[in-house]
């Protein structure tokens, strides 16, 4: 009698575990589908036109139009989540023009774009063709016509070491109020070469000091001018020794 009601009990507790494990295994499942739903139903909302980027305004520009700016982003008519800003701003820094810039994204189709663009410091021109240059040299865009306030470097880029201080003259003469960059033609094919032709004059320059050297220059030109002496070249290569060679022929 004793082992049939133990049988018994054992069987409705059996009963009661595979009715729970059941019901477990429903309640899962259903999760599952729920989620798997939501998860298809969230991606489809997200991959839908309504956040495929079309409002681009952009700040910060003065060489780049807006549009090239935009182009250069690349992300017109894609979708908004799935662009990494990290790449979108290594595509705008592509653009030697670009010197910074800053996304951010509104949805569902809006970005915003600031950048901060290169300063052209002189023209390139050792040929034919005419460069606009940043500070390090780099090539930012050809341009027909000499432009005011830039000095024209004519020495070859591939001339890497005296390009640099062609650069280094152009920056420091930019730097100097009484020097009118645009009158100035920077010519060498090694440092030590460097020279300057400005209004006409011939200026032996060489390597380095420059801030000092041009303020040499400013001086002799400006006893130059007082006694209107016809010269060949100036020469301020050498601290302790300033050459005026005069045109033949005058005294």
């Known amino acids: 009698m004793t082992n049939g009601i133990g049988k018994k009990i054992k069987k409705k507790r059996r009963w009661r575990w595979l009715i729970l494990f059941f019901k477990t295994v429903v309640v899962l499942v259903m999760m599952v589908v729920t989620f798997v739903g939501a998860w298809i139903l969230a991606n489809k909302v997200i991959d839908s036109d309504y956040f495929l980027a079309k409002k681009f305004y952009v700040e910060g520009n003065s060489n780049l139009t807006a549009n090239e700016v935009i182009t250069l982003l690349g992300a017109k008519d894609k979708n908004i989540f799935w662009m990494n800003k990290k790449d979108l701003i290594e595509n705008l820094m592509a653009s030697p023009w670009v010197k910074k810039a800053y996304i951010r994204k509104e ?31 780099i090539r930012l865009r050809e341009v027909r016509n000499l432009l005011p306030g830039l000095t024209v470097i004519k020495i070859a880029p591939d001339k890497k070491r005296a390009y640099e201080e062609g650069i280094k003259l152009a920056l420091a003469i930019s730097d100097n109020s009484k020097i009118d960059p645009s009158k100035v033609e920077i010519n060498g094919t090694k440092p030590e070469d460097i020279s300057m032709n400005i209004a006409g004059t011939m200026v032996l320059i060489g390597y380095s000091d420059y801030e000092k050297k041009l303020i040499n220059y400013l001086n002799i030109e400006d006893e130059i001018s007082k006694r209107s002496i016809s010269v060949e070249y100036i020469d301020v290569r050498f601290a302790n020794r300033l050459i005026v060679k005069q045109v033949k022929g005058e005294s």
Not at 121 to 136: F, G, H, R, T
């Open 107 to 137: 949805l569902p189709d809006t970005f915003y774009v600031v950048v901060s663009e290169t300063v052209p410091v002189a023209l390139n021109q050792p040929d034919k063709k005419i460069y606009l240059i940043d500070e390090k040299g």
